[in-house]
């Protein structure tokens, strides 16, 4: 039969896909349960180059970095409406340790495209010791929620994007095609997100997934827009309200429900950054779906052709799905290779 592509989920990977069928001018119907509170829609949105304790530059950060921009640019541009935003990004370094890595670090070639060449310059006013950082360039936030919204909004338009929660059990596949609620496509992708553990057909992904939480909070930061991090980062959103993130917890019980003890901790830090009084105005928590060596996979079933999949975006899901998305489309409709080191295929243990 000639695609017509079912998307199970419609969080940034799900939604990134189905970008990438439109543009294609590939029929797709996408289904989501359509949850007030999903990771995708909790997520901060940053897109950040020099990242982790260890300084350095995110995997192939220039190739997913340049395609975003594009990809969210044109998305931006179809739906009328910005959730991209390029922003400054100040790291200040936390101790002593720290500094001395800096030194070593700053001069890597790797690292020149990134950086900034004034110092951040903080209101110490606003923040607790400012001195000892650096800002980065080619840093960015989406506003997920609004890009979700606005997408779904979009695709229901062109009658294809419903709200159904899809058992396994209810997609049935055969060498033709697959079968969904009395329709058929030529592919299912399943881009669910954490739920993906408990799926049948992909129990034996090794996912390792965390629970992270993210306060919203009040407090005047005298006109600062760029994003901060020291032990926790800040981004100053266009509505006013900041957003303090973000928690890893390996060990869970309530994926649903902050637990008081990150709160704490968050605050903390967020104390310990900002001088200036902050009001935390609410907490959510989601589950960020990691995969084991926090690489995210993609690919076909090995048995069962018609069934793909796209998933472990950890973090990373504002920077790497519109990449990904196209990569996985390629794939299934072209018949491209896989990168080996995202290849589901190829990684399965
Ligand atoms: C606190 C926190 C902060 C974060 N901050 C950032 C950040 O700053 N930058 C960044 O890039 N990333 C961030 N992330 C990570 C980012 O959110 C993830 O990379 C991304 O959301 C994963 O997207 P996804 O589409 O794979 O999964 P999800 O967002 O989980 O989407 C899966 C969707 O599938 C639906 N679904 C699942 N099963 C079914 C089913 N059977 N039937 C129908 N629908 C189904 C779900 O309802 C959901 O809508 C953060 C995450 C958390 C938790």
């Given amino acids: 039969m000639s695609p017509r592509f079912l998307i199970i989920g419609q969080g940034l990977a799900g939604t990134a896909l189905a970008w990438r069928l439109w543009e294609r001018q590939v029929p797709f119907l996408i289904v989501d349960r359509n949850e007030a509170v999903t990771c995708s829609k909790v997520a901060a949105g940053l897109i950040t180059p020099i990242t982790g304790m260890r300084l350095t530059v995110s995997w192939r950060y220039d190739v997913f970095y340049r395609e975003a921009l594009r990809f ?58 400012p001195q000892n950082g650096f800002q980065q360039r080619h840093a960015a936030w989406l506003d997920t929620t609004a890009y979700l919204k606005a997408s779904r909004g ?26 969904w609620s009395g329709q058929r496509f030529s592919h299912v992708i399943w881009a669910q997100g954490w739920s993906a553990e408990k799926h049948p057909l992909f129990h034996w992904v090794p996912f390792q997934s965390a629970l992270g939480t993210i306060l919203t909070v009040k407090a005047d930061l005298r006109g600062e827009t760029r994003i901060l991090n020291r032990g926790c980062w800040l981004l100053p959103r266009n509505d006013g309200t900041l957003r303090v993130g973000s928690t890893y917890e390996w060990q869970f019980n309530d994926p649903n429900t ?92």
């Fill in 72 to 129: 969210y640019r044109a998305c931006g541009k179809r739906l009328q409406q910005r959730f991209f935003f390029p922003r400054g990004y100040v790291r200040l370094l936390k101790n002593e340790p720290e500094i001395a890595k800096w030194h070593k670090r700053r001069r890597d070639p790797d690292m020149q495209p990134f950086l900034h060449r004034q110092a951040p310059g903080l209101n110490s006013d606003v923040f607790h010791d």
């Fill in 154 to 179: 979009f695709f229901e338009s062109l009658n294809s994007c419903t709200t159904a929660d899809v058992k396994p059990s209810d997609v049935r596949d055969d060498a033709e095609g697959v079968g």
């Fill in 258 to 349: 902050p637990s008081a003890d990150q709160v704490q901790k968050l605050e903390a830090t967020l104390h310990s950054l900002l001088k200036a009084p902050a009001q935390i105005t609410a907490a959510q928590t989601a589950v960020r779906p990691i995969i084991k060596n926090r690489q995210a996979l993609m690919g076909t079933h090995p048995t069962h052709p018609r069934v793909a999949f796209l998933n472990g975006l950890g973090s990373k899901g504002s920077l790497r799905s519109p990449w990904l998305a196209r990569h996985l489309i390629e794939h299934l409709l072209d018949g491209t290779t896989i990168d080996a080191e995202m290849d589901l295929q190829q990684n399965s243990i």
